[in-house]
């Protein structure tokens, strides 16, 4: 669990994408990926921080993806079931290279906090409520997830972990709307 890290900027809660360019809201999908032939093109080379194929067995990994254009990934969220902390965990998290908002210009807002809604759900299907913790890259995010999604500051585990109680979770959940679909 310690080689982690979520690396998204949640820069607007918007109930699903908005399209940079025109401001339209795009409706949006979630769907798990388990093939790992599938998982080799989101790696370090083409700008996703880490090799996706590459994480444990033991981790789910969800895509967010527009509903007129399923193909094209927007993020990625790597889940880990909990027990010992009651919470889901997020071993990593991160927006398509050309959603990231540290490369510059963003194609699609919106899809940061999609993830952590994705990972309050899937905390509540495994029944802990929409508990969700995980490690922040740096202080910077830390502060962030804590300013925007009011996530605490836990620093027990790791210096940036943070933690989203069930309120926050459940607040985070009533913005976002996506449709879960099997691949």
């Not at 401001?23 to 370090?44: C, D, G, H, P």
């Not at 790791?158 to 959940?173: G, K, P, V």
């Amino acid at each position: 669990m310690h080689n982690s890290s979520v690396n998204v900027w949640v820069d607007e809660i918007v109930p699903c994408l908005k399209e940079s360019a025109t401001q339209k809201i795009k409706e949006t999908v979630v769907f798990r990926i388990e093939t790992k032939s599938f998982l080799e093109q989101f790696n370090e080379k083409t700008g996703w921080y880490i090799n996706w194929s590459e994480l444990s067995k033991n981790v789910e990994i969800y895509a967010l993806s527009l509903k007129e254009d399923i193909g094209e990934i927007q993020g990625l969220v790597a889940l880990q079931k909990d027990d010992v902390s009651q919470a889901a965990f997020i071993c990593w998290a991160c927006t398509a290279p050309h959603n990231n908002k540290m490369n510059g210009k963003q194609k699609y807002i919106g899809v940061g906090g999609h993830l952590f809604a994705i990972a309050c759900e899937k905390s509540i299907e495994w029944g802990f409520c929409g508990a969700v913790h995980g490690f922040a890259a740096n202080k910077t995010l830390l502060e962030h997830y804590v300013s925007k999604l009011m996530a605490e500051p836990l620093c027990m585990l790791h210096q940036y972990q943070f933690f989203i109680d069930e309120q926050s979770a459940q607040q985070l959940r009533e913005v976002y709307h996506y449709e879960w679909r099997n691949t």
